[in-house]
């Protein structure tokens, strides 16, 4: 039996995909500095960051809600860019991405380069390029030299980013992430 894709406008994070980001972001009661970009990007909740000051305070449900809306935001944006069918596992691997570097970073589409790695992937029906595209997101803040990638096998700054990442593909490709349970 043969599963099809569903039309990009159908699709909605699935709860699956928000618990990932949840689980990803982790839940701050406080405000905290953003750890790339420091206190001018203060971070609460579970990753939410527009409208947040230093000293802010919220509660889980609060930040849940919070999340959901940052979430709906994330998808909205990526709509714009993004017209191709997909699997909901996809679905959710590219709005968490999204969510965690800017929908502007996985969309891109400027007049030298065009559209980002990940849409022109899309666009011609690459779903398994569209997918590995994901590893490309290897970076937190600048890079100056190859150990500043958190792919890098030197850098320990940005481990995290990089096993986020390898686990975003993993659920795109509709497999289990990296150390995940079998």
């Known amino acids: 039996m043969e599963i ?6 159908a699709l909605v994070l699935s709860a699956t995909g928000l618990a990932y980001i ?3 972001e982790d839940y701050s009661e406080r405000a905290y500095p953003d750890p790339v970009h420091g206190a001018r990007v203060a971070t609460i909740g579970f990753g939410t960051t527009q409208g947040v000051k230093m000293g802010d305070k919220t509660t889980p449900v609060r930040a849940l809600i919070r ?5 709906s935001d994330a998808e909205r944006a990526l709509k714009r860019c993004i017209s191709a069918p997909m699997f909901q596992h996809e679905w959710d691997a590219f ?3 999204g969510h965690n570097t800017g929908t502007t970073a996985v969309c891109k589409n400027d007049a030298r380069t065009g559209p980002s790695t990940i849409v022109r992937r899309l666009q011609v029906g690459d779903y398994q390029g569209a997918c590995d595209a994901i590893l490309l997101y290897d ?11 958190c792919s890098h096998p ?10 986020d990442r390898q ?3 993993a659920m795109c490709l509709g497999q289990n992430a990296p150390g995940a349970a079998q």
């Open 139 to 149: 970076r937190a803040g600048a890079v100056t030299k190859p150990q500043d990638r």
């Open 4 to 9: 099809n894709r569903t039309a990009i406008a």
């Open 167 to 169: 686990a975003l593909r």
């Open 67 to 71: 999340l959901r809306t940052d979430a």
């Open 154 to 163: 030197d850098n320990r700054t940005c481990r995290g980013v990089w096993a």
């Open 95 to 97: 709005v968490a991405l």
């Open 22 to 24: 949840a689980q990803r």
